[in-house]
């Protein structure tokens, strides 16, 4: 195959699936209209008392900043919390960007059921008809972690960040950096609609059995 058919391939391959992406994300939204109620209901009350959505600037595509959208799953002022307690932050740091629910002070007890099941994720929906992610892509990261990723860092940013990766797909949290990086980066290399698939559907296998999710 030679390089114009190979710009030709991608360009069809990235056309349909932005149309996939929108037709998707809005029949997702759709159906998740009575759960969106039903949540703004209870984060009304007690401990979740606050915001239905909990938002957060990552990086996307070429350097585009871009808040991203999940169920809150954690009281108000939570990064500031965690940055008022500098040994958990460095653990927090060591730990690629994350805390085990069991140590994280931020966590509402309802927030450890949204991300045990992936519920937390379904808003980025919202990101994915805005056209600032897509269902299937390696995940947008925050600004600290682009030195994870060294002189590797503009390819890893060459492509839409995605819902979906092949790293939540081959472990999610139980992979951490620089192996993670490994895993996004292969991606970037070999996107395709075959490859799309087999990480959907990897990663529904992984939702269910709760593999890797906090």
């Known amino acids: 195959m030679n390089q114009g058919d190979r710009t030709a391939g991608k360009m069809v391959y990235l056309f349909v699936k932005r149309a996939i992406d929108i037709v ?3 029949l997702a939204l759709t159906c998740m209209i009575p759960l969106f109620l039903v949540l703004l209901l209870i984060y009304r009350f007690g401990e979740n008392r606050g915001p239905l959505f909990y938002k957060q600037e990552r990086v996307g595509k070429n350097r585009r900043k871009f808040f991203i959208y999940k169920f809150r799953s954690m009281v108000i002022g939570a990064e500031e919390k965690l940055r008022q307690n500098p040994e958990l932050y460095q653990k927090y740091v ?3 960007y994350k805390l085990p629910p069991e140590i994280d002070p931020r966590i ?3 927030g450890k059921f949204l991300r045990k099941t992936s519920i937390d994720e379904l808003p980025q929906f919202i990101n994915i008809l805005k056209g600032e992610m897509t269902l299937i892509g390696p995940r947008p990261i925050i600004e600290e972690e682009l030195q994870e990723y060294g002189d590797q860092v503009d390819k890893f940013l060459s492509v839409t960040p995605g819902a979906m990766g092949y790293w939540q797909a081959s472990g999610r949290s139980n992979i951490n950096y620089p192996e993670r990086c490994d895993y996004e980066l292969y991606y970037v290399d070999h996107a395709s609609f ?5 990480i959907l559907l990897k990663n529904i296998m992984s939702i ?5 999710a906090y």
């Open 94 to 96: 060591e730990n690629s």
């Open 108 to 110: 509402t007890r309802l």
């Open 194 to 198: 075959l490859f799309d698939t087999k």
């Open 24 to 26: 998707i994300a809005l």
């Open 208 to 212: 269910f059995k709760g593999e890797g």
